[in-house]
């Protein structure tokens, strides 16, 4: 059995208010799940690129230079987290971002670094 001596004194209302006010482990788990996708520089630049302009698979690759089917296989995981969207014109699919959340996380995250 461990000793948890060293709790004795702990705050039991500062820990019963910060439990309180906890998010359910569910939505932790998505918040993680969230930050993951931004864990990849590929997409990172992919959403910097959509942070400027919307644009088409085939623009993106050539400003990237990065194959198409590796940005589709990006954008694809993106729109799985509802991080971009797109709109069809004709054959031609643009891609742009989901909405100012995401703008206001790639702001936040550069304000970090380069604080």
Do not use: W
């Amino acid at each position: 059995m461990e000793d948890n001596s060293e709790y004795l004194h702990a705050h039991s209302d500062l820990i019963e208010r910060v439990n309180e006010n906890m998010p359910d482990e569910e939505i932790l788990y998505e918040i993680a799940e969230l930050y993951k996708i931004f864990g990849d520089s590929t997409r990172i630049k992919i959403l910097y690129v959509l942070f400027e302009a919307e644009m088409c698979v085939n623009d993106i690759a050539q400003l990237l230079n990065i194959s198409t089917s590796a940005i589709s296989h990006q954008l694809r995981i993106l729109k799985q987290a509802q991080l971009v969207k797109f709109r069809r014109e004709g054959k031609t699919i643009f891609y742009s971002l989901s909405d100012d959340h995401v703008r206001t996380i790639l702001n936040q995250g550069m304000e970090h670094i380069c604080e």
